[in-house]
């Protein structure tokens, strides 16, 4: 049974920084691709970053340049370092993982139904 538990969430003023983390309690995390995803209240979930199993990364075009996911394989925990955040950052961020999806990473970003495992959410609030 794979496990996501994340953390780091917070209220912060614009401009400001937070770093999210998901720790995942699987075996062979580091073929897993990973993912953090975000509600806000009324809207649909979006893909804010992905990274496969190699490390590769990509970025929705609205945080491009300001949020970095990373992946820590032995510990078994996602990052994703938020600077210069804007109250259109506010949400409930998830974290996701898979280790069968096919998908390249841009339409994973797209896809969060390819992933079959989802954390309970870590709520970011950004004031103006």
């Known amino acids: 049974q794979v496990q996501l538990v994340e953390s780091g969430g917070g209220s912060v003023q614009a401009g400001g920084s937070l770093r999210l983390s998901c720790a995942a309690s699987v075996y062979y995390y580091s073929r897993y691709c990973m993912g953090w995803f975000r509600q806000a209240p009324g809207k649909e979930r979006e893909g804010v970053a992905v990274?496969?199993?190699?490390?590769?990364?990509t970025y929705a075009d609205s945080v491009k340049g300001r949020f970095t996911i990373s992946k820590d394989n032995a510990k078994n925990i996602l990052y994703l370092q938020m600077n210069s955040l804007k109250p259109e950052d506010s949400a409930m961020y998830y974290c996701?993982?898979?280790?069968?999806?096919?998908?390249?990473?841009?339409?994973?970003?797209?896809?969060?139904?390819?992933?079959?495992?989802w954390g309970q959410g870590t709520q970011v609030t950004v004031s103006s």
């Open positions: 990274i496969d199993s190699d490390g590769s990364a």
């Open positions: 996701a993982a898979d280790d069968t999806t096919i998908l390249g990473l841009p339409r994973l970003l797209k896809s969060a139904g390819a992933f079959a495992y």
